[in-house]
């Protein structure tokens, strides 16, 4: 019997202290994003590389400087939600899209955000959302504050068209493309009855023409 009040014992302490250290973290900032109403300080989510509320990748694992810091994203976010209600992984879809899948916030990142501005009174459900995964909609709140940032909100979307025209700009796809279409038309005409050796020579005289050009360019 004594041997069980002390396991008891153990166990409520243990309890105790867990509750003790998330108040002392709570206190110290948790999601509290600077720029909105009671932040400061590093927020919940916040990666060993600093990645906060930023966080998300570069595709292909690449790592990335952080693109937007905590409360940036939830601007953006918040932002995205008076154009219309979504639900969390329609956010992340949605600044994919922006950036031409060249970056995209994790759901690490923006579901503790959502729980932050639905706290706050910057969004709140959807009407009528019954499901589990709810979409939320802005609040008058939410409205206001986007108007008032809409400077800020241009260049936090600037900044996801940036890495979109970047991509665009050193994409090979439309070489692949042209030499793809190439090689279908070499194989397409050689296979055909009646070539002979002097139509052959006359399609590498094109294909030798088109390499010269190239490296004039």
Known sequence: MNDMKCIDA???????????DGSRRHAGGGVFAKGFPGGGGRGWGMGPDGGGFGGGGARGG???????????????????????PRHGYELIREVEALSGGEYAPSPGVVYPALIFMEETGLIAPAADEAS??????????????VREQ??????????LSA????RDRIDPAPVRRAFHALKT?????????????????KVADVIDDATR????I
């Open 163 to 166: 890495l979109l025209e970047q």
């Open 62 to 84: 690449a790592r990335r400087k952080r693109l937007f810091d905590q409360a940036e994203l939830q601007l953006l976010m918040l932002a995205l939600i008076v154009e219309a």
């Open 10 to 20: 153990d166990r409520a302490e243990r309890g105790a202290r867990r509750g003790r």
């Open 185 to 201: 038309a070499v194989f397409d005409r050689l296979s055909q009855e009646g070539t002979d050796r002097d139509f052959i020579l």
């Open 213 to 216: 050009t190239i490296e004039r």
């Open 150 to 159: 809409e400077d800020s909100i241009a260049e936090l979307k600037g900044r």
């Open 132 to 145: 589990r995964s709810k979409a939320f909609a802005a609040t008058e709140r939410g409205i206001a504050r």
